[in-house]
């Protein structure tokens, strides 16, 4: 059977009544702010993501886990929190990410935390850097009920990988998604749905094909070509493929670049899904780094009150209004992965 239909099925699997009503009241209250022009919001979000932790062992250049330059506090989530809040949502929640910086598996407590949401029938991912899927964690990852596994590998030859991947060694991402694909045979399990993630930046662009050939040897289940969030894009840089359909820049006349992308005064992430800190700190998604736009703080409040509540609803309309009176917007591209 395709792995992509296996894995599809799996996420079906986790569909109730409850949150298929949801779902459809999140997507017609976002038609209706669009058409509108309004800030209509009538279910909860489908879709969220959790930071575990801001630790990360890689010095990535484009990340700010990486460059360790955060302006917000770093640390560890709580379990208690998390679990609050998951029992808050389980009901209408059905995909859950356990990613937004840093490295997932420096939590101590990361795959009990992964274990207390699948319990609940939600679909469940992670990315992550594969340097501590040893044979141990692989085999409790594949217990733990994780549905999605996306592993970073930017390179088919350490000297390509260590190029944006500092500090890291492309044996151990080989030797990680080894273990976890010898577990998954050994426990007879379908999960989680093993992905390699191959970030396109000018320095291994010619290993694409490579990376597809290296996946397939494996027994890897899919490959995502995902482009390169570039902080400083405007006058260039060494990072930016040469091919065009894997960046999100277009080169001008004057030799600047520019995003190439349509720019929209909507955004459907702001109505089905959000991100939540390791402290609690609810932003509205995932090119909010450093939580400048803060929806509201879980340790003080319920999640419902904070989704419906002003800051949100303001903030749904400034985007409808005018979406480049928002930063963070002004780097973001819609479509930003190509499966292969």
């Known amino acids: 059977m395709n792995k992509n239909f296996t894995d599809g099925l799996n996420f079906a699997s986790k569909l109730t009544i409850k949150r298929i009503w949801n779902g459809l009241k999140v997507v017609s209250s976002f038609y209706v702010s669009k058409i509108w022009g309004s ?6 979000p489908f879709s969220i993501s959790f930071e575990p932790t801001t630790s ?6 484009e990340c700010p886990s990486g460059l360790r330059s955060f302006t917000r506090p770093t640390g560890m989530l709580e379990g208690d929190l998390f679990k609050r809040t998951i029992d808050e949502l389980s009901d209408t929640l059905l995909y859950l990410i356990f990613y937004f910086q840093g490295e997932p598996y420096l939590h101590p407590q990361f795959l009990d935390l992964v274990g207390y949401a699948s319990k609940k029938n939600i679909y469940t991912a992670t990315s992550t850097n ?3 899927l040893t044979d141990t964690y692989a085999k409790k990852t594949v217990e733990s009920g994780l ?7 930017d390179g088919t030859t350490q000297e390509t990988y260590e190029q944006y991947r500092i500090g890291g060694k492309l044996e151990k991402v080989i030797e990680g998604t080894r273990n976890i694909l010898k577990w998954k045979k050994a426990l007879k399990s379908s999960t989680p749905h093993v ?4 970030l396109v930046v000018k320095p291994n662009e010619h290993q694409i094909a490579e990376v597809q050939q290296l996946a397939k040897d494996l027994g890897v289940d899919e490959v995502g070509l995902k482009t390169a ?6 006058q260039g840089s060494d ?14 006349s004057d030799g600047t670049y520019k995003i190439k992308n349509k720019f929209i005064n909507h955004c459907w992430k702001m109505w089905h899904s959000c991100v939540i800190t390791w402290d609690g700190l609810v932003v509205p998604c995932c090119f909010d780094k450093d939580a400048h736009y803060r929806m509201g703080d879980m340790k003080i409040q319920t999640f419902t009150d904070l989704w419906f509540g002003k800051n949100y609803q303001n903030f749904r309309k400034t985007l409808i209004r005018s979406r ?4 963070m917007c002004k780097n973001c591209t819609e479509g930003t992965q190509v499966w292969a």
Not at 195 to 198: A, E, G, N, S, T
């Open 147 to 153: 549905d999605r596994l996306i592993i970073s590998i």
């Open 229 to 234: 969030q570039i902080y400083d894009y405007e």
């Open 130 to 132: 594969a340097h501590y």
């Open 324 to 327: 480049s009176e928002i930063e």
């Open 195 to 198: 992905v390699f993630q191959f």
């Open 56 to 61: 990360c062992n890689l010095r990535c250049p």
């Open 39 to 44: 800030s209509s919001q009538w279910g909860l």
């Open 239 to 252: 990072l930016i493929p040469t091919i065009e359909k894997y960046t999100r820049y277009k080169k001008q």
